[in-house]
Each structure stands twice: as structure tokens, then as C-alpha cells.
């Protein structure tokens, strides 16, 4: 349980948020396997994930606006999809099982999508499925409302094969996909489960706020000046592949 073990679990919270920050994504289904494994209320972890979420996600999403690689038009159709479908997500029931199922296995999905390669630059034509992607958001974007994720860590693979935009400009899409998605699924969230569980969730989720504030803005620090981002995608991608079976054994 959180209470008995605050130390570690912050800690945890806190690599993972340094990881999904080097690399432009927020961690959601991370913090929602790793409270899973701490024996947290499964109703209360799309709460707690989501708002770490956001916090992780909302920093960078603002230095990308304000640098200028957020293509705003492009990324609004994408997130105009894939918002609505996050909120009927977090209002959707699910059993403990297939939450914790479902869950495992996105964390599986999402340690190999962070094995493929990136392009650092801009060169090539979109693809022809490029202009398809808006419809890619919506199973996304339910997806993220349901098991308290924020999606763009499976987007943004999709907009790299099609080519949709340079690099830069995907992990803006990304990032801000994920704030939105959050934002909305929380919404969700919080009508389908009601107030009596809003007070447990904000006990668990301060200490946890505060890991991943101080590893967001660590992650950001080390995405500019230390490692390269290939490794940290590497590591990232391990970690996550190594939650995701834990969870899925238990299931």
C-alpha cells in the first residue's frame, strides 16, 4: 500500500517521470502499473495517473509552444478526435481484471513502440496514411481515458511511420495530445467514481505530484545536456517492459 512503503513508491514515480520526460511523454501508464503493484484501489489510479500526468506533461508542452514547434492546425484535429473519446473512456465501467489486464498490456505495447527508430530529421514525403491519423486518436483517446493513460506514447509512432511532420513537431503533438487526453479522462474519471473517492485520491497523489515535478523537470535537464536520447528510450523502454509483465503475471 502507498502508506507502508511512500519512500520507494515516490522514488519510483520519480525515475519514471525523469524517464518519460526525456524522451516528450508523461508516464501515465507507469504510475497506474506501479501503484497496481503497490495494491492501491484500481478505481483510483486512472485519478492518481492522469493528474501525474499532467503535471509531467504540461511543462513541456508549454516550451513547445513558446519555442514555436507546435503545428496548431494539425494537432488540432488530431486532439479534437481523440479528447471526446478520452472523456467516454474515464465514464466507461471496467472490472478490476480487465482493467489490470488492459493495462499490462499497454505498458507491454508501449515498451516496443518506444524500440522504434526516430527520425532526427525532417526529410520525406508524408505517407498516404498520414492524413489518417485524426482517426487513429480515437481508439487512443478511449483507450487513455479508460486505464488512465495519456495515448501520445502510442500517437506519436503512428505520426513517425506516416511521416506526418517533422520530429520536433510530433512530440509537440504528442505532448500536447496527452495534456489534453488527460485532462479529459480525469474529467471522466472523476463523474464515473464520484466524490467519495476523490478525497483517497488526493491523499495518495500529493507526495506523488511532488516525485514528479522534481523528475519531470530532471528528465527535461537530461534530454537537453546528458545522455543521448536513444538510450534514455532504451532504458525507458526496459522499465516499462519489465512492469508490464509483473503486472500481467498477477493478473
Known amino acids: ?10 522514488l519510483a514515480f520519480l525515475v519514471t517521470a525523469l524517464l518519460y520526460a526525456s524522451v516528450g511523454f508523461g508516464g501515465g501508464s507507469t504510475y497506474a502499473a506501479l501503484l497496481a503493484l503497490s495494491g492501491l484501489d ?13 503535471v509531467v506533461v504540461a511543462g513541456s508542452s508549454i ?42 498490456g499497454s505498458l507491454v505495447l508501449t515498451a516496443l513502440t518506444m524500440l522504434i527508430p526516430v527520425r532526427e530529421g525532417g526529410g520525406g514525403a508524408p505517407t498516404r ?8 486518436a480515437a481508439p487512443l483517446g478511449y483507450i487513455a481515458g479508460l486505464v488512465g493513460i495519456g495515448g501520445g506514447i502510442f500517437l506519436a509512432p503512428l505520426l513517425h511511420l506516416a511521416r506526418w511532420h517533422e520530429p520536433r513537431g510530433i512530440a509537440a503533438t504528442a505532448s500536447l495530445f496527452i495534456l489534453v487526453n ?32 522534481i523528475g519531470g523537470q530532471v528528465g527535461s535537464l537530461m534530454a537537453a ?27
Do not use: H
Open 1 to 10: 500500500m502507498i502508506g507502508a512503503v511512500p519512500v520507494l513508491l515516490a
Open 42 to 54: 484500481y478505481r483510483l489510479l486512472p485519478l492518481v495517473a492522469l493528474a501525474c500526468n499532467i
Open 63 to 104: 516550451r513547445f509552444a513558446r519555442a514555436g514547434l507546435t503545428p496548431w492546425r494539425r494537432a488540432a484535429v488530431i486532439i479534437a478526435v481523440g479528447a471526446p473519446a478520452s472523456f467516454v473512456g474515464g465514464l466507461t465501467p471496467i472490472r478490476e481484471a480487465s482493467f489490470l489486464m488492459l493495462l499490462g
Open 129 to 136: 496514411f498520414a492524413r489518417w491519423m485524426p482517426l487513429a
Open 182 to 213: 488527460s485532462l479529459f479522462g480525469l474529467a471522466g474519471q472523476m463523474l464515473k467514481n464520484g466524490p467519495d473517492l476523490l478525497g483517497p485520491a488526493i491523499g495518495a497523489a500529493l507526495p506523488l505530484l511532488v516525485a514528479v515535478v
Open 225 to 251: 545536456r546528458l545522455l543521448p536520447p536513444k538510450w534514455i528510450r532504451w532504458l525507458t523502454a526496459l522499465l516499462v517492459g519489465v512492469v508490464g509483465v509483473r503486472l500481467l503475471a498477477g493478473v
